[in-house]
């Protein structure tokens, strides 16, 4: 629907389409990129680390990820990235204009696949200190790993604490989402000028961002990073950077609540 929205409004002939791809068949598949049947695509799990595996070409950032969700092909190779840490940043922006994480300690629950792109996009923004709790503590810890300096990992026990000295906290674990079970943390003690993301968007509106509205701290919701991630994808394949707009916004809402868009 993203795509498929951005292709028609820049008036490009093209589409987007889901293809099952199986990890045996994805080495042919991308082959079939780089002879040109197809301007690039998406992966998602089971296959992003795989295709890391298997692209000509990555930058930087993603070499430290070992993991990428777009493919786009650059001067006959095949190159890979990951964009959901761009995405998640773009949207902080775009939402609370203004405000960066330049020397701001960041407080992130989860350690999952999202959560080492939100670190790496973090600090390379310039986050003075990212505090991951996660559950799994030897899941924060082997991301913390990477950049010891920067990056501490903790268990749910340390979380009030860690709340009291927090600019930013994001939830990026799966509590809260739809069909999973709540997330249930106290923002007691958290300072008022603190911003709240959660990077779920089923539901739009979290518990967690409810919560946090509600008592006056600005928030940041899940969906924004979905649309912003697909905006380096789509400029590659088809070159011309598209805008997330709020009628792209509304078109999706419409499309995972079932209602129809103005
Ligand atoms: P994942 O790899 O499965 O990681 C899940 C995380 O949630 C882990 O840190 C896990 O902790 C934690 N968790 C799950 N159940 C828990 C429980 N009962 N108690 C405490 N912690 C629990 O998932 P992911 O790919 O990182 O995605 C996480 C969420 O972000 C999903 O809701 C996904 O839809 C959303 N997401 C959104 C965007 C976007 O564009 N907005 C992009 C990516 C992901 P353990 O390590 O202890 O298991």
Redesign the pocket.
Known sequence: MIHGYWLKKYAISGSYDPLEVKPDELPGFLNRIRQGEFAGCNVT?PLKELAFELVDHTDPETSRLKSVNTIFLQDGDLCGTST?GA?FMANLHQTVPGWTVRSRHVVLL??????RGLVDALLGDGAAHVSIV???LA?AQAIADDDPQHCTAHD?SALPALLADADLVIN????G?AG??PLEISLDGLKLDAVVAD????PLQTELLRAAEARGYRTVE??G??LH?AVPGFEKWFGVRPEVTDKLRQLVIADITGTTAD
């Open positions: 799990i959901d995405g989860g350690a999952g696949g999202a959560a996660n559950r799994t899941r749910w990026s674990t799966s509590l989402m999973q079970p990077i779920v968007y089923t899940g969906l990073m979905l991630q």
